[in-house]
């Protein structure tokens, strides 16, 4: 990524034998460091207004400063020299606007010295765009592509186009590197609808009415961003499509069946390939630690081995599957394998972890 520092330590040599999109990335990152600069310098003017004590009208929402630039640094020279003293006037309009008196003296002075660095850091921006243009101005120009950056931003061939500018803060553009030194039918062709017929008074019709193929560096980050969103979200789609469980029809598997094997309401959903396991084991372990009298441990062992070893194999799951036809898909060999190695993995390590309890090994040795 071309950033200004490189602007900055090309040279006229390297220039020369650089290509016309190679420069104007040069070009394009100064332009950019240019805003910064002149935004620090707005944020230090603001600054200097409140240290000497002069207030904005935002009645019409947005700051108006009773004076100019030069007045505001006027007045800010004559309150330095006027001194730290009770009777100077910047000092007592200050007190005003302010909590405490003490301190505005040397507030005044920090912020214009803040006021005076941010000008110096702008102007040494000039010396790098003048080397840049020099390059530009020796080879007697190139074609140039300018992208409002607006959603529906026009691509001109001049920042200085009269369609632009006509609010309160200057266009800001995207510079269309790519498509310097291309020719105009080029630079139109692929601006399509977004070509500015102001500076492109020649544009096909047609060409107008096609979609752009031309986006800004900004457009074609949200599409980078919105496609790698839409990516992470397929991936935790397919995840949980890969973790989730249920009954081979669909319908929700709870952890609990009836005495003829039916799930009961009383049930509770189980959602997960995990939890049907840790479910299954804790049914298994309820029955080795504390006995199956009735089966209701060893139904809902097998009831959830099944829905296990049918997720497992990877068979569909179909709304429209009836009963028996799930029976017989059971007792097929290796599905019914695979449900009886479930239930005897979960018995083992319930017998295992019984086992090394302390009071139930007690309790059996009392017996």
């Not at 006027?82 to 040397?106: E, I, R």
């Not at 291309?182 to 692929?190: D, F, L, Y």
């Not at 952890?255 to 298994?284: F, P, S, W, Y």
């Amino acid at each position: 990524m071309i950033t200004y520092r490189d602007a900055e330590t090309v040279t006229p040599d390297a220039l020369r034998r650089m290509t016309p999109p190679e420069i104007d990335d040069l070009f394009a990152a100064t332009y950019q460091e240019r805003f910064r600069r002149e935004e620090a310098l707005a944020r230090a003017w603001q600054r200097l207004y409140g240290a000497a004590g002069v207030r904005a009208d935002y009645r019409t929402g947005r700051p108006v400063w009773p004076m100019n630039h030069r007045d505001l640094e006027q007045r800010a020279l004559d309150g330095l020299r006027g001194g730290d003293t009770d009777t100077n006037p910047v000092g007592q309009d200050a007190k005003k606007h302010s909590a405490s008196y003490t301190g505005w003296y040397t507030s005044l002075a920090d912020a214009y010295r803040a006021l005076v660095a941010a000008r110096a850091v702008l102007a040494a921006l000039e010396v790098t765009e003048l080397t840049l243009n020099t390059e530009f101005w020796r080879r007697g120009g190139w074609t140039r592509a300018y992208l409002v950056q607006t959603h529906d931003g026009h691509v001109h061939r001049t920042m200085d186009c009269p369609t632009c500018h006509k609010g309160e803060e200057r266009t800001r553009f995207a510079w269309m590197t790519a498509y310097s030194g291309k020719t105009e039918e080029e630079i139109v062709e692929a601006a399509a609808s977004r070509a500015c017929t102001v500076c492109y008074p020649s544009a096909p019709v047609d060409t107008l009415k096609r979609p752009t193929t031309m986006f800004g560096p900004d457009e074609l980050a949200r599409a980078e961003a919105a496609e790698e969103k839409a990516r992470r979200k397929a991936e935790r789609d397919a995840k949980a499509k890969a973790a989730a469980i249920t009954l081979p029809d669909g319908t929700p598997l709870r952890d609990e069946v009836d005495r003829d094997g039916r799930q009961t309401r009383a049930g509770n959903i189980v959602k997960t390939l995990r939890t049907a396991k840790t479910e299954l084991n804790r049914e298994a372990w309820y029955a080795e630690a504390w006995g199956d009298e009735h089966g209701r441990h060893a139904r809902n062992m097998l009831h959830l081995a099944r829905a296990i070893a049918w997720k497992e194999a990877g068979l569909p799951v179909r709304p429209e599957i009836d009963e028996k036809a799930v029976e017989v898909m059971y007792a097929e060999t290796k599905l019914a394998e695979a449900v009886q190695e479930l239930l005897a993995k979960a018995r083992a390590k319930a017998v295992k972890e019984v086992a090394a309890l302390p009071r139930r090994k007690e309790a059996r040795q009392g017996r």
